[in-house]
């Protein structure tokens, strides 16, 4: 079963148990495609309403690539629990810190959901700005779990660069973050505008 199919508090009782997953990558992913959601809303509430038929195509299309996206972080979420039980469980702390391509999943996974957060950053300022009074706000609640969950897991990217030795993968990763984080200001503060 997967955490897009389990009940919310079975997802929660599970991240809150000694089980080592789900855990913070994990976590991270499900809050966004919640941010992700709230963001697709706004263009459902809107789309059908009296005074909005010049934008309802661009709704719909927004809405679209916001479900596309919302649907990447739960896979994004599996692969994380799955990484982190397969690293812990199967072979040990110690053998993971020396096995690079296997450390290397628990930066390329939260690296890819901040990317993935970017995206839905970049499509909901039209949305909030073309949706209604009443939806834009839960929009920009969405925006804003969304822009929390691309700080966490850039975070979480760089605490796991720690131990690997590949000094041009590292540095890249760390410039990918930068941007990614740079940008992600710039979206949250053009999206909350348009609230």
């Not at 000694?18 to 809107?46: D, F, I, K, N, Y």
């Not at 999943?105 to 949305?127: M, N, S």
């Not at 796991?160 to 041009?168: C, H, P, Q, S």
Request: net charge negative.
């Amino acid at each position: 079963m997967t955490f897009a199919d389990r009940p919310i508090d079975e997802f929660l009782d599970s991240v809150a148990s000694s089980a080592v997953a789900p855990s913070a990558g994990a976590v991270a992913a499900v809050s966004a495609a919640s941010g992700t959601a709230l963001c697709e809303m706004v263009c459902v509430h809107t789309v059908g309403k009296e005074g909005y038929a010049d934008v309802e195509d661009d709704l719909r299309e927004r809405a679209a690539r916001l479900r596309s996206l919302r649907a990447r972080l739960l896979e994004l979420a599996e692969a994380d629990a799955r990484a982190v039980e397969s690293l812990a469980g199967g072979t040990g702390a110690a053998a993971v810190e020396e096995d690079e391509p296997e450390r290397r999943l628990l930066v390329e996974i939260p690296l890819e959901t901040a990317e993935v957060c970017a995206d839905v950053l970049r499509v909901a300022p039209g949305a909030i700005g073309e949706g209604t009074d009443t939806a834009s706000e839960d929009g920009a609640t969405g925006v804003l779990v969304v822009h929390a969950t691309l700080g966490s897991s850039a975070r979480l990217v760089r605490a796991n660069l720690d131990g690997i030795e590949d000094a041009a993968f590292v540095a890249g990763v760390r410039e990918r973050v930068r941007r990614l984080e740079a940008d992600a200001d710039d979206l949250l503060e053009r999206a909350l505008a348009n609230a």
